[in-house]
Nanobody, 124 residues
Framework: QVQLVESGGGLVQAGGSLRLSCAAS????????MGWFGQAPGKEHEFVASIYWISSRTYYADSVKGRFTISRDNAKNTMYLQMNSLKPEDAAVYYCAARSQYSNSRVYTEYDYWGQGTQVTVSS
């Protein structure tokens, strides 16, 4: 069983920064891919970024390219999302997710494990 726990959310002014973390635990945690998704009120889970666990190849939604950086620390079983130049439209509950298959996906339901989410609020 894999457990994912996000942290680092909060309230920030537009233009500010936040760093989200996703700590994973489990008997043998070795995903193929991990990702971040954002869910604003009344909307579906929206792909933000993903990273291959072994190669660290990354993918980003167009809306966050150049502002957000996804990374991981294999030794700590932890994934990060550095969020810079935040905009009010970035506000959402951010979920981390892990996918067993070693193939990219931008679809929330194609992942196998999900965290409980962390709230990001951006004031204008």
């Amino acid at each position: 069983q894999v457990q994912l726990v996000e942290s680092g959310g909060g309230l920030v002014q537009a233009g500010g920064s936040l760093r989200l973390s996703c700590a994973a635990s489990g008997r043998t945690f070795s995903p193929g891919l991990m990702g971040w998704f954002g869910q604003a009120p009344g909307k579906e889970h929206e792909f933000v970024a993903s990273i291959y666990w072994i190669s660290s190849r990354t993918y980003y939604a167009d809306s966050v390219k150049g502002r957000f950086t996804i990374s991981r620390d294999n030794a700590k079983n932890t994934m990060y999302l550095q969020m810079n130049s935040l905009k009010p439209e970035d506000a959402a509950v951010y979920y981390c997710a892990a996918r067993s298959q070693y193939s990219n996906s931008r679809v929330y339901t194609e992942y196998d494990y999900w965290g409980q989410g962390t709230q990001v609020t951006v004031s204008s």
